[in-house]
């Protein structure tokens, strides 16, 4: 009969494979939320010296380093919004930016859509009405109807910040091989603990690993309610796919895989509404995983692939990773509870836990200190956001077993309320 405890030998002591294979899950996490805070830390740093440079040219009266004449398509896809589509315009028409459309496309909705979007008589908003065809192709529409340089998508429940487009023109003034740029998403109006917890998550867990990976030119995922596309990339790639259930992390991978760098821009703000009960949410990252999961199958040819450059190498098996993730965390915790009943380590892998729900605590007060408008109410719950991971975690693992058995699953519009 083989001990377990005698299988892996060192000179001054033995490990168990049980214990082995624990604290091994747990470097891998810790040393994850470290590279995230070093490289957000100088993703922040090189941010600070830009606003800098803006300010003494401010104080020197020259022009910014940012090509103000860039025309930007605002496309907001609607289904069914008539709660918030008419706040969401007004946002649109009141941003700091001198040249812009917006285009609204009403996607076949049954409710009073349409004649919100209607009401308003500004000469740079078009509002189109079709039929159904679902979020890519009412954005498809849109572009076909546009005549901007950079294709903006908006969800109808978001809300911009004035100056949201200033920013994005820095990034893409500065670097000619940008095909995409990253908005940096927020809750509105973060109250209870649901959507607090949802707000601290986009702002460390989101955020932190978008500033690490611009940092290298391959964001992985630009969000819907705030992606800014260059016009020309769009085309050349064909425009948004319809055949995942995360178009917006779709598009990013054929933006990637055609050569184009994506960075992140932490200063172009969007405010959008989250679940407010725990059925929403889990219909939403149901939705989320299953399509990260059908887009990563989709481009299993760029994983480590070093045609693809950095995103082959890096960015792609980093979603796998991000995505496997959970089942690491839940492993961790299974283990945790099983060397209770069997396991005399258990006070040092207590210990190592304990040490992770700390430096994960950190990283969330660290996360939300940096971002541009951090909020005390996210850094008094960050102690919990370990505990809400796993919360996520699970509905992670059964959205990918899910998939993987090809259970069907239509796309769920979570309550509205207004912005």
């Known amino acids: 009969m083989i001990n377990l405890s005698t299988i892996v030998n060192f000179p001054l002591f033995q490990i168990d494979l049980f214990t082995l294979f ?35 040219y401010r104080l020197l009266k020259k022009k910014e380093k940012y090509d103000s004449t860039l025309k930007f398509s605002i496309i907001i896809p609607a289904y069914n919004e008539e ?15 001198p040249y812009f459309e917006v285009i609204v496309i009403d996607d076949g909705s ?27 192709g009412a954005i498809n529409t849109g572009v076909k109807s546009s005549t901007g340089d950079i294709i903006i998508t908006v969800d109808a429940d978001s809300k911009l910040d004035a100056d949201s487009l200033k920013w994005i023109s820095v990034r893409f003034s500065r670097n000619s091989r940008l095909g995409a740029v990253a908005g940096n998403v927020k809750i509105n109006r973060p109250t209870g603990l649901l959507k607090i917890l949802q707000s601290l998550e986009y ?25 800014a596309i260059k016009t020309d990339a769009l085309h050349e790639v064909g425009g948004f796919p319809l055949d995942t259930f995360a178009e917006d992390f779709d598009i990013t991978m054929k933006i990637l895989e055609a050569g184009y760098h994506v960075e992140y821009e932490s200063r172009a703000l969007a405010f959008t509404q989250a679940p407010e009960s725990i059925e929403d949410l889990i219909k939403q990252r149901r939705r989320w995983y299953r399509g990260m999961t059908q887009v990563l199958a989709k481009y299993q040819k760029m994983y480590l692939n070093p045609k693809y450059g950095i995103a082959g190498l890096f960015g792609v098996p980093y979603m796998w990773f991000e995505l496997g993730s959970s089942l690491l965390n839940m492993v961790l915790l299974f283990t945790l509870l099983t060397a209770a009943v069997y396991n005399p380590e258990l006070n040092m892998m207590t210990s190592g836990v304990l040490v992770y729900w700390a430096l994960t605590t950190v990283v969330s007060i660290y996360g939300v200190i940096l971002d541009p408008r951090p909020g005390i109410k996210e850094i008094i719950l960050s102690p ?30 979570p309550k509205r309320e207004e912005l």
């Open 22 to 56: 624990f604290y091994g899950s747990l470097f891998i996490l810790i040393l994850r939320l470290v590279s995230f805070c070093f490289l957000s830390f100088v993703y922040t740093s090189l941010k600070k010296k830009d606003d800098l440079i803006i300010y003494i």
């Open 83 to 97: 709660v918030t589509i008419s706040s969401c315009i007004k946002s649109m028409l009141c941003l700091n930016y």
């Open 110 to 136: 049954s409710d009073n859509t349409f004649n919100e979007a209607s009401k308003f008589s500004d000469k740079r908003l078009k509002v189109i009405r079709q039929k159904n065809t679902g979020k890519p």
């Open 203 to 227: 702002t460390t867990a989101i955020n932190l690993g978008r500033k690490s990976q611009s940092l290298f030119h391959c964001v992985m995922i630009v969000p819907g309610a705030i992606a």
């Open 384 to 413: 919990f956001f370990m505990f809400y991971n796993v919360f996520l975690d699970g509905i992670s693992i059964m959205a990918f077993v899910e998939e993987t058995l090809n259970i069907a699953m239509r796309w769920e519009k």
